[in-house]
């Protein structure tokens, strides 16, 4: 059974930074590409970032391009999510999640595309 729990998370101000983290298991993670979604109150559950298996392809929404970088550790079965200038607006629970198909060619923001995910981890930036 595939298991990914998050960490990370937490209150910071305006322009503050974190990073969260994703550790894998029961999967070989290496051959998974995996993303970062959140969902704030009241709102959907929308694609952050993501990276493809092998680390060379990355994703990110427009809203976070240039604050934010997705990475993997494919020998610690872990994604990584570095956030930095951060914004009231990037509040909301974040969730880590593994793609169903192994060594897709592409990063998809296709919610239905991955079948595991991490509990969330609450991130709240204060303005």
């Known amino acids: 059974q595939v298991q990914l729990v998050e960490s990370g998370g937490g209150l910071v101000q305006a322009g503050g930074s974190l990073r969260l983290s994703c550790v894998v298991s029961?999967?070989?993670?290496?051959?998974?590409?995996m993303a970062w979604f959140r969902q704030a109150p009241g709102k959907e559950r929308d694609i952050v970032a993501g990276?493809?298996?092998?680390?060379?392809?990355?994703y990110y929404a427009d809203s976070v391009k240039g604050r934010f970088t997705i990475s993997r550790d494919n020998a610690k079965n872990t994604v990584y999510l570095q956030m930095n200038s951060l914004k009231p607006e990037d509040t909301a629970v974040y969730y880590c999640?593994?793609?169903?198909?192994?060594?897709?060619?592409?990063?998809?923001?296709?919610?239905?595309?991955?079948?595991?995910w991490g509990q969330g981890t609450q991130v709240t930036v204060s303005s």
């Open positions: 990276i493809s298996w092998a680390g060379g392809r990355t």
């Open positions: 029961g999967r070989t993670f290496s051959n998974y590409a």
């Open positions: 999640a593994a793609d169903r198909t192994p060594r897709r060619l592409v990063v998809t923001a296709t919610q239905s595309e991955y079948d595991a």
